[in-house]
Each structure stands twice: as structure tokens, then as C-alpha cells.
């Protein structure tokens, strides 16, 4: 059993009499894809929580359908975009589904859920007597304090020290605990380190939520972020022919488990597995410090399903960085203007973070390097949005000066229209191999999972199946939970 959902009664109770205590209903993964399944009355209490609140009722916004308001918003279609040509520079379409419209700010939030409403429906957490762990390289930190806030148990955050200033300052005021191990992104081994010893130190006190490695995070996106961008394919017409690639960067390998089921559906569709050219762990087994915050590496995560990934590419974070102050200073927005961007796709940018727009161009690259047509599409994802990262933009502006029109037009010229086919690598059988082979040093060596179980990932067939097949048991045992609970 890949996901834990052996029941605990006695702490399943527990649970319940404090969910119970504190008004709180767990919203279903199906209620998550179909937020129009959400019962009228909780949706119409909607009306009068913001976004961010810490409210109990926010559990049933981590959803891709939020309305984008940051209070009182419904539900309608999906946050997404598409981005113009005029910024892409490639033949092909792309969109990006947006995460900023989640609860956080981030789509993390769902992770983090997908993590947590099993372990409490089982009772394999205790709400009341456990802390829950939620080591990171940001967002999911942020999610998993903002989900235990809502439930009202205590959590510790985990995350680099070097991560944005905006992190920490909103972490202290949600978070019981905030931790900072030494580093930037890609020192993910030292949140590793810290997780022992935390788990030394306080035991049974605590759960430790490890987005790299629990499956609850893969069929998250597998069930729902595919979802969603299964309903914009269908709801723009797209034909099954013209869906061509998936690109998404490989932080927790979460979110690229998305693609896993838009190959089902589309089995002619590829799936790019992003990553930073500064650390390219991927393309070269390599390692390295980069900026693209989120998408930390040095390893590959257990739940990246590699012999699924058909593509690498690696990012230059100096591209991105130039491109976030293309979107986001008035030269760069002026000089977008003047190249033809459309006032409401400007006002789109910024709606993409620093690694939405790392995402964007591996998007870009997997589109070139197929030669793909006008009618052809990629999707991407935004995880979070510019906001995030305004302190960012000093820094910037401290190490290279004021972002000037000529700079603007290098960035867009070199980053944008001329982003090449470099650093793409095609996976052949054995490449993939190679990459699989990784997890060996991380996982086998380091963090104690088994030889027989890394072999299976890749020799058994049905190894990945087995995990969106736990999908209907765990929303049953939500459902149950609710009915004890006995506020639905
Ligand atoms: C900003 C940002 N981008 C990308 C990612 C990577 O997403 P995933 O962990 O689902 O691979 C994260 C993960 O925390 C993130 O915070």
C-alpha cells in the first residue's frame, strides 16, 4: 500500500470530536475537482470569508475554480491563461493553469491537504495531540501551517534560510514553529538532516508530512490539477491530436504527476520534467545552488515517476529573473506594450512567479524542440504568482541598477523570443534509467526506503496505478469522517 490508509480508531476519534469542536467538514478530492458539488450552504458562507483567512471554510477553496476575488469569491471556471505569442515567440500555444488564486497564493495548499485529510480521516495524525512537520522550499511549508492553522493543530514549518523575505515574514504569523536549515532551494538534504532529528527528538510527538516522498502529494495533482486542465482542453475545443506536452518543473515531483494522467487521456502527449541549469541534477546528474525558489533538487524525489518523463530541460535562472523584471517593471511593461502584448495579457504577468515563469519556458522549449504547430498546445502551471516575490525586484535593481528599455528589450529578445532547444534533452530508455538510478543515493542510502521498492517503481507496471486507485477508498473515509463529525 503506497498511501497509508490503515485506520487508528482510537485517534480517528480524537479527530473527529475536534473537528466537531471547531466546525470544521473536510471537503472530498472529488468536491476539490467539482467545486460545484460543494453543498449550497457552505458555498453561500463563502461569501463572507477572504481568501487568505483563516477560516475552516477555506479548506473548501483549494480548488483550481476559485473566483478571483480576494474576498467573498464563488467558484467558476479554471484560473488559467494563455500566454500570447508575442511572449512565448513559438509557433504552438501555450497555457498555464494559475495557482494564485489559491488559498496562500500558492497551489501548494492542495498538496498539503492531500496529505493531511487522509492521515486525519485514518487517524494517522492526531490533531490534538500531534505537531505536524511540513518540510520545504517554501510553499508547501506555507500550505501545510495554513491547512493545521485552519484545523487548529499545531505545525512546524521547514525551509531554507535563503528563501524569500515574504516567506518567512508570513510564515511567523501562521506557523507554531519556523525552522530555517542552512542554504538556498537546492539544499534539500539539509531538510532532510533536520527531519531526523527532529524525529529523534520528539518521536511520536510529531508526523512528518515529506512532499517528496508521500504519494498523497503525486495523486493530488494526478486527480485534480489534471482535472483542471482537462476541463479547459475540453472547454477550448482542443482536439485530443493537438494536446502535445506537458511542462512542469520537478520540485516535490508533485505536480508533475499531472501529466501522468493527461497521458492516459492523451497518449500521444509529452511530459517535460523541468529543473534549473544551475543544478542540473537531471540533465547531469549535476548539483549547484539556483533562484528559481520552489524547485529544490541536488535529488530526485521518490514520487517522480521518471520512466513516465519524456523530456528534460533545464532552465538558466538568470533567464527567469530577467524575465520577472520584464513583467513586472514599468520599462518592462512599456516596452511589452510597444512589441504588441495586449493591455489584458500585460496585465496577466503578473500572475507568474519565478518558477511559473522557469515553467513557461520549458513550455517554450518543449514546443520548439518538437517543432510543434498553431494548433498544437503545451500546458504549464503557475504555482504562485509575482507577488511573492517583490523583494526580489530590489535586490535586483541593488546588483544590476534600474531596469532600463534596452534592458527590457534584451530580456524579451534573449530570454523570450530566442529561448533556444539548449539544455532540452530527450529521454531514450536508458536515459530515463540513468535519472531513475539517482533515487538510489537519496532514498536506498539515505532515507531508508528498499532496494525491492526502488526496482519496482521501475520494472512493476502496476506500481503507479496503485495509487490513484486509493482515490475512491479516501473519499469515502472522508465522507464517513464528515458524517461523525455531523455537521454536513
Ligand atoms: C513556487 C514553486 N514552484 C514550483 C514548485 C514545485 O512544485 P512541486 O513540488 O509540486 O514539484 C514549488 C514547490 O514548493 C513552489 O513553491
Not at 532551494?185 to 531526523?196: G, L, M, T
Not at 520540485?251 to 511530459?271: C, F, H, M, N, Q
Not at 533562484?291 to 538568470?318: A, F, L, Q, Y
Not at 469522517?481 to 454536513?488: A, D, P, R, S, T
Request: overall charge negative; some cysteine.
Amino acid at each position: 500500500m503506497l498511501i497509508n490508509l490503515n485506520v487508528n480508531e482510537q485517534v480517528r476519534q480524537h479527530n473527529i470530536k475536534r473537528c466537531r469542536e471547531k466546525g470544521i467538514i473536510l471537503p472530498t478530492f472529488a468536491q476539490m475537482a467539482h467545486p460545484d458539488t460543494i453543498p449550497e450552504s457552505i458555498r453561500k458562507k463563502l461569501t463572507e470569508v477572504g481568501l487568505w483567512d483563516v477560516n475552516p471554510l477555506n479548506l473548501f477553496r483549494i480548488t483550481w475554480h476559485n473566483e478571483p476575488k480576494e474576498k467573498g469569491g464563488r467558484f467558476g471556471g479554471v484560473n488559467y491563461i494563455e500566454i500570447p505569442r508575442q511572449i512565448t515567440g513559438t509557433r504552438a500555444r501555450i497555457f498555464a493553469l494559475v495557482g494564485k488564486y489559491f488559498p496562500t497564493g500558492a497551489h501548494k495548499v492542495g498538496a498539503t491537504y492531500g496529505c493531511l485529510a487522509p492521515a486525519l480521516a485514518t487517524g494517522n495524525f492526531d490533531a490534538e495531540h500531534q505537531q505536524a512537520v511540513w518540510p520545504s522550499t517554501g510553499n508547501y511549508c506555507r500550505g501545510g501551517a495554513y491547512n493545521s492553522a485552519l484545523l487548529g493543530c499545531d505545525s512546524i514549518a521547514i525551509l531554507p534560510a535563503e528563501m524569500s523575505q515574504e516567506r518567512f515574514n508570513w510564515l511567523k504569523s501562521v506557523a507554531g514553529e519556523v525552522i530555517a536549515t542552512p542554504g538556498c532551494e537546492s539544499n534539500v538534504k539539509e531538510i532532510f538532516d533536520k527531519c531526523h532529528e527532529l524525529d529523534r527528538e520528539r518521536g511520536t510527538h510529531i508526523v512528518i508530512f515529506n512532499q517528496f516522498e508521500k504519494f498523497e502529494n503525486y495523486l493530488w495533482h494526478y486527480a485534480i490539477t489534471a482535472e483542471a486542465i482537462l476541463e479547459v482542453l475540453r472547454s477550448r475545443g482542443i482536439k485530443p491530436e493537438n494536446v502535445r506536452g506537458y511542462a512542469s518543473s520537478t520540485g516535490s515531483g508533485g505536480t508533475l504527476a499531472a501529466g501522468d494522467r493527461l497521458k492516459e487521456v492523451y497518449p500521444g502527449l509529452k511530459i517535460a520534467a523541468g529543473e534549473a541549469l544551475q543544478c542540473p541534477t537531471l540533465l547531469r546528474n549535476g548539483f549547484g545552488g539556483h533562484r528559481i525558489e520552489g524547485i529544490g533538487d541536488k535529488h530526485v524525489p521518490w514520487i517522480h515517476n521518471v520512466k513516465n518523463t519524456d523530456m528534460i530541460c533545464s532552465i538558466d535562472d538568470e533567464d527567469c529573473l530577467r524575465i520577472y523584471r520584464l513583467f513586472n517593471e514599468p520599462a518592462g511593461l512599456e516596452y511589452l506594450k510597444k512589441a504588441g502584448v495586449a493591455q489584458a495579457d500585460i496585465d496577466n504577468l503578473k500572475l507568474f512567479g519565478i518558477s511559473g515563469i522557469g515553467n513557461m519556458l520549458s513550455a517554450i522549449k518543449m514546443a520548439k524542440y518538437y517543432e510543434m504547430e498553431e494548433d498544437d498546445v503545451v500546458f504549464t502551471i503557475l504555482t504562485d504568482s509575482s507577488v511573492m516575490y517583490t523583494s526580489r525586484l530590489a535586490e535586483q535593481t541593488a546588483m544590476h541598477g534600474e531596469f532600463t528599455p534596452a534592458d527590457a528589450a534584451m530580456a524579451h529578445s534573449a530570454c523570450l523570443m530566442h529561448q533556444g532547444i539548449d539544455n532540452a534533452l530527450e529521454l531514450t530508455y536508458y536515459e530515463r534509467l540513468r535519472v531513475h538510478n539517482l533515487k538510489y543515493y537519496t532514498w536506498v542510502e539515505q532515507q531508508g526506503k528498499t532496494y525491492e521498492e526502488l526496482n519496482r517503481q521501475w520494472y512493476d507496471r502496476d506500481y503507479w496505478k496503485e495509487i490513484p486507485a486509493d482515490l475512491g477508498r479516501i473519499d469515502t473515509l472522508i465522507e464517513d469522517f464528515n458524517k461523525e463529525v455531523g455537521l454536513v
